[in-house]
């Protein structure tokens, strides 16, 4: 059942001697803006109507992908009119706007994979994943004088990094058929940083080659070596973010532990101010406790330093403000949204604004923070999630429709579910409806200590 976020906060603000923040230190942190949103912007495009909306919706910072430094000296002036406060919102690791350029000029710092294919020759997934290599100076000196370059633009209030990791070694559960794959473990086809100048690097302190290995996807020092790189870099630009006076955030993949497992962002380590988890809870268990348990982990598992807000993805009805209260009840100070254009209806958009200025006010009543008591370990056991388990009986309802040429979903009868296999982060189960007398296939993923998917299928099909 859903959570009154409002009544449940006051209630905390009430009673808040009895309590202590995990969130707030015994100085008061520096407030940022509480709603945020990821957007593009282009040449030409009427941003003041995008502000304007903004501020309807309470809306104060955004997070703005442009494609040059002087694309935000016209931009900025314009949000600053309106309240909001500006960070360029720029791909790293990943290139964007200077894609064609690098990979003209400089195909030998391109990410490769196990089977030794470089991604300035391959598509890994999409044909806009161009990763380079972290180990490389030059790549790391290229990074450098990016960043520099925007934060010499006045009036920006920070830089927020994204596509700062890897190429996705594991999808999340609900991509994998629009990719016609299936992810259960780590496969050599997507599993990159094996470049030649990050092979020798790791040789050097180790002493041996990882691809040696039978299986180097369970060599632990080997991941952990590939996220120290990306970390390294987040952290050479957290250096030049600060040398400037300005704010540095991040938009990582949902956890720390999650991430450095299938992407290899460990970004617990970055020296961040903000942090913005991608928590897209449609991308994994599509029920939104996925939200709560991500936002424990990262209250946990952040830097101390680091204020923690939650990415999720706009939703045009009743529930973006259930997912917005799982991130605001389990440690998140505020939320950002993907996008705002996503937020359609009068109705939603009415709401929001209410949302947005109830949350305000109790934030500012209890000293810029948002106090929340939450469990410190997230709920691993799939079948506590009652969301997620009436999810899965729903598709197994309609694999039995579809199975016997029928609309209607009939009821189940199910019996006790038997674990028949566990791999890495793989859990699989087999249980019988009585009904259609059908056996499924039921498979759990617990990428980083939280169920981060899940699959049904009938068994012999």
């Known amino acids: 059942m859903k959570r009154n976020f409002l009544l449940a906060l006051l209630l905390l603000f009430l009673v ?4 202590s923040c995990k969130q707030a230190s015994k100085d008061t942190p520096k407030e940022y803006p509480m709603f945020w949103t990821w957007l593009d912007y282009r040449p030409g495009m009427n941003f003041d109507s995008i502000c304007q909306m903004m501020n309807d919706l309470g809306m104060e910072g955004i997070m703005l992908n442009a494609p040059t430094p002087d694309d935000y000296r016209v931009a900025i002036p314009i949000a600053h009119k309106h309240n909001i406060e500006v960070y360029a919102w720029l791909w790293t690791m990943n290139l964007e706007h200077d894609r064609d350029k690098i990979l003209k000029e400089h195909p030998e710092w391109f990410s490769v994979n196990r089977n030794g294919k470089s991604l300035a020759d391959t598509t890994a997934y999409v044909g806009y994943y161009k990763f380079l290599c972290p180990a ?3 790549v790391r000196e290229f990074i450098k004088e990016k960043i520099k370059a925007y934060c010499e633009v006045d ?12 190429v996705d070694v594991v999808l999340p559960t609900t991509l994998w ?8 473990r780590e496969y050599a086809a997507w599993d990159y940083g094996y470049h030649p100048a990050m092979l020798k690097k790791f040789q050097e302190q180790y002493g041996y080659d990882p691809r040696k ?9 080997w991941r952990q070596f590939r996220c120290d790189q990306i970390s390294e870099v987040a952290n050479m630009i957290a250096e030049v973010v600060h040398s400037y006076g300005k704010t540095m ?14 992407v290899r962002q460990d970004w617990g380590k970055w020296n961040l101010d903000i942090v913005f988890p991608m928590v897209y809870h449609n991308f994994y268990t599509l029920d939104p406790s996925f939200i709560a348990d991500c936002t424990v982990e990262n209250a946990r ?3 101390p330093m680091t204020t923690l807000y939650c990415g999720m993805m706009a939703t045009d009805g009743p529930e973006m403000f259930e997912c917005m209260d799982e991130a605001l009840n389990n440690g998140a100070q505020g939320i950002a949204v993907f996008t705002m254009l996503g937020l359609r209806s009068p109705e939603v958009k009415k709401q929001f604004r209410a949302y947005t200025d109830s949350v305000k006010a109790v934030r500012a009543a209890n000293g810029g923070v948002i106090k929340a008591v939450y469990p410190k370990v997230a709920e691993a056991d799939p079948f506590k999630h009652e969301g997620v388990m009436k999810r899965i009986e729903t598709r197994m309802q309609q694999l039995v429709a579809k199975k016997v040429g029928k609309e209607e979903l009939a ?15 793989t859990r699989c189960y087999q249980v019988t409806d009585a009904n259609s007398k059908t056996t499924f296939n039921v498979t759990f993923y617990l990428y980083g200590d939280v169920l981060s998917g899940w699959d049904v299928t009938m068994v012999g099909k």
């Open 213 to 221: 290995q039978d299986d180097p996807s369970l060599d632990v020092k």
């Open 136 to 138: 490389l100076p030059e």
């Open 177 to 184: 058929p629009h990719y016609g794959i299936v992810q259960d």
């Open 16 to 19: 808040s001697g009895m309590f």
């Open 301 to 303: 598992d952040k830097n």
């Open 249 to 262: 955030a991040a938009s990582p993949f949902p956890t720390p532990k999650m991430a450095s497992r299938m």
């Open 155 to 166: 009036g920006l209030n920070g830089i927020a990094i994204d596509y700062h990791r890897f």
């Open 411 to 425: 009821p189940l009868a199910l019996g006790e579910y038997k674990q028949v296999d566990a791999y890495d982060a």
